[in-house]
């Protein structure tokens, strides 16, 4: 397999990035110090860490779960993340301890899995549908990148490698190896990390099996369980209306046109699909990711960026099905299109993935922790009736570590570079190291970002140098406009994808000066998303926003808006830490003059009041009440 | 027990109403021409009529179910009704055939059930809360009487009298007897039919004892399963929040206060409680049945008629709860509302019961049933996106039997009866014979009604009678006029509980006539069904309609109808066999100005078009389309 080389762009590593604003930094610290290490208590009390001594024994509670490896790995990832960007002597040496405990666990043949070496030992790679074997394999995979990027240490590195290796002697097209590929997509975006963190081409190929083999016919897990029976999950999955959907193994991946079946796996699975066509130039690979980006994005996405709206296969339905008190939304598929937008970006500079990758980032990826980073929303509904909180765990926890990781590698998602260009995707107060035409160029960003849109771009270099710099207009800012040193830069013939391209000599101390008019914007969906006629969402940059019963009384769905309501915005310090609330005239459906009935001839009357809305992400942090986000607009 | 005597009614029985109008006339028809024989066919092809035989043995297919009992007893029960109003020798040979084999099944004991008398017969009595025992012994109790009235033969009735007479001995408040009470109540209100028609004074006591004991702590169910292990549905059961609420055993009945749990086994408990309360003179039972009226008329009943809004356990969520698609409104339940109501309405008589039980029948009842006769909702959703149709039959077929023996027997609910009054209930063309005070009298009505509100009353009588002429005025009926014999009547003065009461000497071939203007209304529901919010229903006289696929744009939901337009009624002959539509002009969203996002900042726009809105009722007999009943008012 040849490296094909594509005029894209490579993320700056977080490693070279630095957040300093008021937004971000605060919930990274509270990452850090709170969630992180109350995330490897919880590892250690549930007994999924020890799991690793392999002394299970028949009998004993709790058995381990399948799932446990990859939460380890998760917390592994995200501990890692988290050293690298402020170093911790102890954290470092928890980090080896675990690692060693992992590594004590590995096989001699190479394979490492807790349940399947002191369970089900005569069970391995019997049940790749339902057992996440290889799913635990990657992110194990996931963890050894991460952790000796992080460090340079090889501990878990060399460990994983030669799983990888085992996995790579029992997977393969050579006519002795298993034809097959996990139900749950997540090792083959991790073989691609693993190959670009040791160069070696195996993995990548690897990953191109698993990806080439799924969906072929006939089914490799159908194959599977007429040869060894019922699956791990047999009785839930025998629920689903279609169980070759729900893991994505209806179609090969290159004949996909719709998001269909569990929307995490569906994201993982993208996300390494996106990972391949630009490792190896695949446009086949980049076509379907293009049309599956189409259909979820202009016909399966909640404004919030949250997908996957039924809790039944955590996954999918149809085409603009988005209901909001049902909806399943999880954490981990926000997190995961975010993954996905990430890698489209870099095939291809589309402010249209910055958008979508943003939009779930401010709203559906982050509404999943609490503010003070100790409780998690598992799934994020559009609509409460009350009766909806977040907890400390699950157990099935894949997703607080998965928004601990995200966190603590945030800086990844802000920049990209080549060899002729600076890109600026987020605006998030800060700097980075970047490298272009063989020079250091430090790019610092100051902006109150996301509560206002004027932004500051200040370069340093040692000497002059010629690059394209390109910032990202929004698509949410209807106007934009761009000062360089003080001076009107006119961007109408310099927009490329949604992003401004200014390409000239750049020297030291070059400002620019982003203004992205962040006023409130009444948002509207499809007609055909039934679940919101005649409703009207608020957003102003990329927050969307919520009402809830801590400012507005209740019951909610008793609100609507006029459409000539005039709104404010306005920067609150006082509430829930300091955010921008919207405020306005809503009127709200009375029953005093209801006599009981629960029909009648009348309509109700409505009686005007004032509304406060606040950021979606946001909401749950305070009594316990309703939220709405769409409205009936009056 | 002292049969306690008091001032109110009594229904005239179908057997001395006939029904010769243009709306009923033809669904009975229909009903015994094909609906009854084709579910005998059922029965017999099924095996639930063999099964009577007891030839059962362990292996064969199917295993007889629990409650096949009930399903042959609904049918002899309609059977029955049908052969009461129009006789059919092949028919009653039938019945008499199906009663021998039920007859050759009874045990020694008087025990009678298919399931425990050749699978599990040594369970006996140890599964009330899921196995139906006592319920399919209810459903026989009752074929048994109306197979008597129909017929004055004694072969069934006497096998069910050996059959109640037996579980008389085996539950009971004596100390050697069991003090247990059926998980799905039908029994009770069973009993009270055979004290009635037998005089047996030890049926009834043996209804009050189940109505008494249940929800009494500690909870019987609870104990049965501590003793007997795990019951027929653990595993369903176990995943439903409040198993006690589920069947009404959460408290004793005289305590309930909201309508809770499975909404079937609720109707039949209430109407049990109304016929006891009735026959007893017991007001607790009264005021329990108010109470749990007034909760679920004016916070938990769909426009329909329909209730219970979930499938999950087929019943009640909580109060103002009312989802559209997701409606579950079995037909059973609606069904079970009318019989409640009807049992109210002799304990009272206020014309909101006949308001309820006319807004079940004419709606959320007679959906449940094709035009032809021959396919069946289970659940009467009020919007549906295409994909829901009705069926001939169901693995739990209760709906398709329970709708026959309604139709067969339908004369019941339309006249009542006292010493003093002759009660009009509903507006059905044809004739009653009445006795009041020791004089027969022959009560004529012609109408048109539900298309229009004009009656036409007349009676013939050998000699002029005192008495009073009570004529329901239907909630819906905004203003109503009387005229006797051609002059004007001001009812003003002589309206007691929404029931015109007209006393005076009458006498041969005296009329009267009672206009019904009959508009059409738009109906708004309370503010706090949240699903409604900004919609509008539309109704005229009792039925509700619908907007349907076949007749408008889909898709229905991008549909919205401005408060100003005109809407017209009108007879079309053509349509459906003929019913009154309703026109006017609504708005549709368009999309052709969408230029393909999921969201944007200008609201779709909306083009007027002219909708269709035929009666709920007859939804689902065109091709496959989409409904919906509420529909958002711009």
Same mark, same amino acid.
């Given at each position: 397999?040849?490296?094909?080389?594509?005029?894209?762009?490579?993320?700056?590593?977080?490693?070279?990035?630095?957040?300093?604003?008021?937004?971000?930094?605060?919930?990274?610290?509270?990452?850090?110090?709170?969630?992180?290490?109350?995330?490897?208590?919880?590892?250690?009390?549930?007994?999924?860490?020890?799991?690793?001594?392999?002394?299970?024994?028949?009998?004993?509670?709790?058995?381990?779960?399948?799932?446990?490896?990859?939460?380890?790995?998760?917390?592994?990832?995200?501990?890692?993340?988290?050293?690298?960007?402020?170093?911790?002597?102890?954290?470092?040496?928890?980090?080896?301890?675990?690692?060693? @405990?992992?590594?004590?666990?590995?096989?001699?043949?190479?394979?490492?899995?807790?349940?399947?070496?002191?369970?089900?030992?005569?069970?391995?790679?019997?049940?790749?549908?339902?057992?996440?074997?290889?799913?635990?394999?990657? !992110?194990?995979?996931?963890?050894?990148?991460? !952790?000796?990027?992080?460090?340079? &240490?090889?501990?878990?590195?060399?460990?994983?490698?030669?799983?990888?290796?085992?996995?790579?002697?029992?997977?393969?097209?050579?006519?002795?190896?298993?034809?097959?590929?996990?139900?749950?997509?997540?090792?083959?975006?991790?073989?691609?990390?693993?190959?670009?963190?040791?160069?070696?081409?195996?993995?990548?190929?690897?990953?191109?099996?698993?990806?080439?083999?799924?969906?072929?016919?006939?089914?490799?897990?159908?194959?599977?369980?007429?040869?060894?029976?019922?699956?791990?999950?047999?009785? @839930?999955?025998?629920?689903?209306?279609?169980?070759?959907?729900?893991?994505?193994?209806?179609?090969?991946?290159?004949?996909?046109?719709?998001?269909?079946?569990?929307?995490?796996? =569906?994201?993982?699975?993208?996300?390494?699909?996106?990972?391949?066509? &630009?490792?190896?130039?695949?446009?086949? @690979?980049?076509?379907?990711?293009?049309?599956?980006?189409?259909?979820?994005?202009?016909?399966?996405?909640?404004?919030?960026?949250?997908?996957?709206?039924?809790? &039944? !296969?955590?996954?999918?339905?149809?085409?603009?099905?988005?209901?909001?008190?049902?909806?399943?939304?999880?954490?981990?598929?926000?997190?995961?299109?975010?993954?996905?937008?990430?890698?489209?970006?870099?095939?291809?500079?589309?402010? &249209?993935?910055?958008?979508?990758?943003?939009?779930?980032?401010?709203?559906?990826?982050?509404?999943?922790?609490?503010?003070?980073?100790?409780?998690?929303?598992?799934?994020?509904?559009? =609509?409460?009736?009350?009766?909806?909180?977040?907890?400390?765990?699950?157990?099935?926890?894949?997703?607080?570590?998965?928004?601990?990781?995200?966190?603590?590698?945030?800086?990844?998602?802000?920049?990209?570079?080549?060899?002729?260009? =600076?890109?600026?995707?987020?605006?998030?107060?800060?700097?980075?190291?970047?490298?272009?035409?063989?020079?250091?160029?430090? @790019?610092?960003?100051?902006?109150?970002?996301?509560?206002?849109?004027?932004?500051?771009?200040?370069?340093?270099?040692?000497?002059?140098?010629?690059?394209?710099?390109?910032?990202?207009?929004?698509?949410?800012?209807?106007?934009?406009?761009?000062?360089?040193?003080?001076?009107?830069?006119?961007?109408? !013939?310099?927009?490329?994808?949604?992003?401004?391209?200014?390409?000239?000599?750049?020297?030291?101390?070059?400002?620019?000066?982003?203004?992205?008019?962040?006023?409130?914007?009444?948002?509207?969906?499809?007609?055909?998303?039934?679940?919101?006629?005649?409703?009207?969402?608020?957003?102003?940059?990329?927050?969307?926003?919520?009402?809830?019963?801590?400012?507005?009384?209740?019951?909610?769905?008793?609100?609507?808006?006029?459409?000539?309501?005039?709104?404010?915005?306005?920067?609150?310090?006082?509430?829930?830490?300091?955010?921008?609330?919207?405020?306005?005239?809503?009127?709200?459906?009375?029953?005093?003059?209801?006599?009981?009935?629960?029909?009648?001839?009348?309509?109700?009357?409505?009686?005007?009041?004032?509304?406060?809305?606040?950021?979606?992400?946001?909401?749950?942090?305070?009594?316990?009440?309703?939220?709405?986000?769409?409205?009936?607009?009056?």
């Amino acid at each position: 397999m040849k490296h094909v080389m594509r005029k894209n762009a490579e993320p700056v590593p977080f490693t070279r990035v630095k957040i300093e604003d008021q937004f971000w930094a605060n919930r990274i610290q509270i990452n850090k110090e709170h969630t992180i290490p109350f995330q490897y208590q919880k590892c250690k009390e549930t007994g999924r860490i020890d799991a690793f001594k392999l002394d299970w024994k028949s009998g004993i509670e709790p058995v381990p779960h399948i799932f446990w490896d990859s939460d380890v790995a998760k917390w592994i990832e995200a501990a890692s993340y988290s050293l690298a960007t402020c170093y911790d002597p102890k954290l470092d040496a928890l980090l080896d301890e675990v690692i060693g @405990l992992i590594a004590s666990a590995q096989q001699p043949d190479g394979y490492l899995n807790i349940y399947f070496t002191v369970v089900e030992p005569e069970k391995r790679w019997t049940d790749l549908r339902d057992a996440h074997e290889l799913y635990c394999a990657g !992110h194990l995979i996931e963890a050894g990148v991460a !952790h000796y990027e992080a460090t340079r &240490k090889r501990n878990l590195l060399d460990v994983v490698c030669r799983y990888a290796d085992y996995i790579n002697e029992v997977f393969g097209p050579e006519e002795h190896k298993k034809k097959g590929y996990c139900g749950h997509p997540e090792i083959e975006l991790a073989l691609v990390k693993l190959y670009r963190a040791t160069g070696e081409e195996r993995y990548l190929s690897l990953s191109k099996f698993f990806i080439d083999e799924r969906g072929k016919e006939p089914n490799y897990f159908e194959e599977e369980k007429k040869k060894n029976g019922p699956g791990y999950f047999e009785e @839930l999955f025998s629920t689903f209306d279609n169980l070759k959907e729900y893991n994505q193994s209806h179609k090969p991946v290159r004949e996909q046109e719709r998001v269909v079946g569990h929307s995490v796996r =569906a994201m993982y699975l993208y996300s390494a699909m996106a990972d391949l066509a &630009k490792e190896t130039g695949d446009d086949s @690979l980049t076509r379907a990711c293009e049309r599956l980006w189409e259909n979820l994005h202009k016909k399966n996405m909640y404004i919030t960026g949250g997908i996957g709206s039924t809790a &039944k !296969h955590e996954g999918f339905t149809f085409d603009y099905d988005l209901p909001n008190e049902t909806a399943y939304a999880e954490t981990c598929a926000a997190i995961g299109l975010v993954f996905w937008n990430h890698r489209m970006l870099q095939l291809d500079c589309d402010g &249209k993935y910055a958008d979508a990758l943003e939009r779930a980032l401010y709203n559906g990826v982050i509404s999943g922790m609490s503010l003070d980073g100790k409780k998690f929303f598992y799934d994020n509904p559009l =609509a409460s009736l009350g009766d909806f909180h977040r907890k400390e765990w699950f157990d099935v926890s894949c997703c607080p570590p998965n928004l601990s990781r995200l966190l603590a590698s945030l800086g990844q998602y802000i920049y990209s570079q080549n060899d002729e260009e =600076a890109i600026v995707h987020l605006y998030i107060q800060g700097s980075a190291r970047l490298h272009i035409g063989q020079k250091d160029i430090i @790019l610092k960003q100051k902006t109150n970002y996301p509560w206002d849109g004027n932004i500051f771009v200040e370069l340093e270099l040692e000497q002059p140098a010629m690059f394209a710099l390109k910032l990202r207009i929004p698509g949410w800012a209807r106007e934009a406009s761009v000062k360089i040193n003080g001076e009107t830069f006119d961007i109408a !013939h310099h927009i490329e994808k949604r992003y401004v391209r200014i390409e000239r000599q750049w020297k030291n101390k070059d400002q620019v000066e982003l203004v992205l008019p962040m006023p409130i914007e009444r948002v509207y969906a499809h007609p055909n998303v039934r679940q919101n006629r005649n409703c009207v969402a608020l957003q102003r940059g990329p927050l969307v926003y919520c009402l809830e019963g801590a400012d507005n009384p209740e019951p909610l769905y008793a609100i609507s808006l006029p459409r000539t309501s005039i709104l404010q915005a306005q920067f609150d310090e006082r509430l829930l830490g300091g955010m921008v609330k919207i405020t306005g005239q809503a009127l709200r459906c009375d029953d005093s003059d209801w006599d009981g009935e629960l029909y009648r001839t009348t309509p109700p009357t409505a009686k005007p009041f004032e509304f406060t809305a606040i950021p979606y992400y946001a909401w749950d942090n305070r009594q316990p009440g309703q939220m709405i986000v769409w409205i009936p607009e009056a």
